[in-house]
């Protein structure tokens, strides 16, 4: 298997030179994404068939490559045949979305070369079973993603986004470098397989975690190592949004996941604190910066914070219970997790897919400039519509079964004997709560001011339905989150070989259930059944629209729309995204962002129009990062007198290091 | 191992170190040549001396290029390049002879710790080898850096590689290959670096290499 998966990933690296031969030319387009399609629908769906047959051992293959000590180790288990089945069939997606929508790409040569590349080094990482080959092909990841952000360089802002995209990831890696140098200890064996034999001491493990939660945490969106994300994620082309923000983020968590639960050997209990501090914080942040953006895109970047806030607050929860070694709940939570991390991809690529459709029909990204898009773009706003709708966690679609499962979890922690988690946990439940309910405001906003109204402006009056790839790929999506959210019971039972292989412990079998019910825990505690709420739903809507159809007029009138009063009922006069928002800002902003607002009043008489202005700072931006910035600014100012000394100098440098670090090595204990 | 053997080994290796000290209180450039070719000449008995104790007769090619190259070509050819720059009689120190050799000392010193240290396991002709090799590069080092003309920074660099030489032939089981590339790739450096000389010859009329920084703009 391992084989075949690394000839998928030959496959899609071959592509590039292939796409830069053709010249970038329409064909090439249709080529390179049509590839990528079959390429990463055939390893995904392997991957997905293939999930239940792995133990911890899986299929392992070792080449001549990398370190010639080493050589390069590549093996699939369980938890990365899940990861490569997200990771693929997230790209099948986007890939389907592109053959449409690629075609209205300005400069094709920049972005086909890269989008195999990109998608060939996510597989990479999760295939890597040493360190070194791990960190290649991460690296290979940020560079490539990097190139599709600053794809369309000539916007200055793009041009921001990928510098400190590139410096984030720069810095991300590092902490990873160090984090897998201090697990290989003084032998330097970078083998993965001989990293899981040796135990680290505690500080030390606790000093992985910690590196551990900076380098993946930094690629995932964790607050407050997130500033590079809502730039760099809409900078890139819409079907490379979707697989940034739907996939790459997933890798970050397979990265996390394969170093603290496999590699770093048994966990200790207050390693979940921190993590569950972490995840907690950033869903309610990612959501509360969501709220606060005009732009679509932006939106959902911050949305993605969010759900990768969940993501690691239900990992928290895993490393606790496993910390006591009550395997079953840690089972569940790391369950909940990972089918979170499968419906997040599916809904996060559906959602940018259906972004970029707004945008190639508008052209606009700022939600103040959309509206009525429901009756220009219908098939759209369905498959929008349904991707909030799982975003947002209602029954009966996927996201409301991961966060239901996730709530199980959590109310199983009164069960915990220590009290910090004890009193940890259902302060974290209560962040996850709140972060739902805010994400539910956050994509009704999205989706009225986006679709519903009248238009706000001619390119949204203008604005045509989109073409048939890409809405087959949206169509395929939502049918996944549909899917998903009638049989959990499936998907909890495909996961259980990686809960078994992490945690050693396992959910109830599902499938077994009658009518698709799933119980996490047992029958007299909880069920749900999401076939039930569908049939429920369905059925009851259908009957009330009968019943207003058949017993009330079905004459369909057709008016003006009430203007509220106002004398010139301009579209401008409807509910605005930031009106929307502004009860939020009020009782949140102040403290988090420390809005400011301020109205401005014409005189009795005048006939200028009201103001009102809003000021909001960005805290993580203002604390972490410009004090960084501006040492890091005073430092290369310092240090630039090094780039003008003269030849004997620089030789003296060099000779003065080498005899420092051979002191060093004279005086080591 | 027979004493002797290990004996004369170390005294060569000895000696080179001690030629790189004479190189470093030679501040006239003509004579820093004639003991550039004495250094290589200690190089070339050290080298063929390993090749005859260790069996290894790849390491007489070695010694033939080291000798060849080192000890004849590179200095003749260095010579006329000083006689044609009619720099033959100038001096050239940075630092005082005194303070040199001071430095020269410390950093034997560190090397012998340095060297005894990490190579605890090795067997003692290559422990001894390595220290003195790596003395080598650092007086080479030191040379470089203490000088200002060119051609004495290029001899530095040439008693460096030397040292290099010294530490691959005392280790057991180099490959021929690399060492006959590390001593073409000396050849190479020392044209590139010849035809520099003339160049900045050429250009500002001295090969101090000041004059290069002042040409830089930062100093005046």
């Avoid at chain 1, 739907?246 to 604190?273: C, E, H, N, Q």
């Avoid at chain 1, 390119?459 to 790839?469: I, L, N, S, V």
């Avoid at chain 2, 004996?7 to 004639?34: C, E, K, P, T, W």
């Amino acid at each position: 298997m391992v084989v075949y998966a690394l000839f998928g990933v030959l496959a899609l690296v071959a592509l590039a030179p292939v796409a830069i031969a053709l010249n970038a030319s329409a064909r090439a387009t249709a080529l390179v994404y049509s590839a990528s399609l079959m390429i990463t629908l055939i390893v995904g769906t392997a991957a997905l068939l293939a999930l239940t047959g792995y133990d911890g051992a899986g299929s392992a293959v070792t080449l001549p490559l990398g370190l010639p000590w080493l050589g390069a180790h590549f093996r699939i288990d369980a938890l990365s045949a899940f990861f490569l089945a997200v990771i693929n069939l997230g790209g099948a997606a986007a890939s389907l979305f592109a053959l449409g929508y690629g075609r209205h790409e300005e400069f094709p040569g920049r972005v086909l070369p890269f989008y195999p590349v990109y998608l060939g080094a996510m597989n990479l990482v999760l295939l890597a079973d040493d360190a070194f080959s791990f960190l290649v092909s991460w690296e290979f990841m940020s560079l490539s993603s990097w190139a599709l952000v600053i794809a369309h360089h000539r916007v200055r802002e793009n041009l921001r986004a990928g510098y400190v995209y590139l410096l984030m990831a720069g810095f991300g890696t590092l902490a990873l470098l160090l984090a897998f140098g201090l697990l290989a200890g003084a032998q330097g064996n970078y083998a993965f397989d001989a990293i899981r034999a040796a135990h680290p001491s505690t500080g030390l493990a606790a000093l992985v975690l910690i590196l551990v939660l900076i380098g993946a945490g930094s690629k995932a969106g964790l607050v407050p190592l997130h500033a590079w994300l809502p730039l760099a994620h809409p900078a890139a082309p819409s079907h490379i949004s979707a697989l940034m923000s739907g996939v790459m983020t997933k890798v970050a968590v397979y990265a996390f996941v394969r170093i603290t639960f496999d590699l770093l050997g048994p966990p200790d209990w207050w390693w979940s604190l921190v993590v569950l501090a972490v995840g907690g914080i950033s869903a309610v942040m990612g959501v509360l910066y969501a709220l606060m953006q005009r732009d679509v895109k932006r939106v959902l970047a911050y949305s993605t914070i969010e759900n990768i806030g969940i993501i690691f607050a239900a990992l928290g929860l895993a490393l606790a219970f496993k910390a006591y070694a009550m395997h079953f709940a840690a089972a569940l939570a790391l369950t909940a997790a990972l089918l979170h991390v499968f419906n997040h991809a599916l809904f996060k690529n559906l959602l940018f897919c259906g972004a970029g459709a707004v945008l190639s029909a508008t052209g606009e990204r700022d939600l103040e400039k959309l509206g009525g898009l429901i009756h220009r773009m219908p098939q759209t706003a369905f498959v929008f519509l349904i991707g909030c709708t799982a975003i947002s966690a209602l029954p009966p679609l996927n996201g409301f079964v991961s966060e239901w499962l996730i709530f199980q979890a959590i109310l199983l922690s009164p069960q915990l004997p220590s009290w910090g988690l004890k009193l940890m946990v259902p302060a974290v439940g209560a962040l996850l709560a709140l972060s739902a309910a805010l994400a539910g405001a956050c994509f009704v906003r999205a989706f009225g001011i986006g679709f519903l109204g009248r238009p706000r402006s001619d390119e949204a009056r203008g604005a045509q339905e989109t073409d048939t790839h890409s809405l087959a790929a949206m169509y395929a999506l939502a049918a996944l989150c549909l899917i998903a959210g009638i049989l959990p019971g499936l998907f909890i039972d495909t996961l259980a070989p990686v809960a078994q292989m992490l945690t050693q412990g396992r959910m109830p079998v599902q499938t077994g259930v009658e009518w698709l019910s799933i119980v996490p825990i047992a029958e007299s505690r909880s069920s749900y059944n999401g076939l039930l709420v569908f049939v429920f739903m369905t059925a009851s809507g259908m009957i009330a629209a009968f019943a207003i159809h058949r017993l009330a007029s079905d004459r369909i009138r057709r008016s003006i729309a009430w203007g509220c009063g106002y004398p010139d009922p301009g579209p401008l006069t409807q509910y605005t995204a930031d009106s929307l928002a502004q009860p939020i800002r009020r009782v949140f902003g102040t403290l988090v962002f420390s809005a400011h607002e301020s109205g401005e009043m014409p005189p009795p008489g005048s006939t200028a129009p009201a103001r009102l202005t809003v000021k909001m700072r960005d805290p993580v931006w203002d604390t972490l990062y410009a004090p960084v910035a501006d040492f890091i600014t005073y430092a290369s100012e310092r240090l630039n007198v090094l780039q003008f000394l003269t030849i004997r100098r620089y030789l003296t440098l060099v000779f003065m290091a080498l005899v420092l670090l051979l002191l060093v090595l004279a005086i080591w204990p | 191992m027979n004493k002797l053997t290990f004996d004369i080994a170390h005294m060569l290796a000895g000696s080179l170190v001690l030629v790189s000290f004479m190189q470093l209180y030679q501040d006239r450039l003509s004579s820093l040549i004639n003991i550039f070719a004495l250094h290589a000449l200690v190089l070339t008995a050290s080298v063929a001396w390993q090749a005859f104790v260790q069996h290894a007769p790849h390491l007489y090619i070695t010694a033939t290029i080291a000798f060849v190259f080192k000890a004849v070509v590179i200095p003749v050819a260095l010579r006329r390049i000083v006689v044609k720059l009619g720099i033959h009689r100038e001096l050239d120190n940075v630092v005082g002879v005194g303070l040199a050799m001071l430095a020269g000392i410390g950093l034997v010193a560190l090397s012998m710790v340095v060297m005894l240290r990490v190579t605890a396991e090795a067997d003692p002709l290559a422990r001894e080898d390595l220290a003195f090799a790596l003395s080598v590069v650092l007086l080479g080092l030191l040379m470089m850096v203490t000088r200002r003309n060119a051609v004495s920074q290029v001899i530095g660099f040439m008693s460096l590689e030397n040292g290099l030489v010294l530490a691959a032939t005392g280790a057991k089981g180099m490959p021929l290959v690399v060492e006959i590339s590390v001593a073409f790739s000396v050849l190479i450096a020392f044209i590139v670096i010849g035809i520099f000389l003339f160049r900045i010859r050429e250009r500002f009329d001295t090969v101090d290499i000041q004059a290069l920084d002042r040409f830089r703009g930062e100093r005046q």
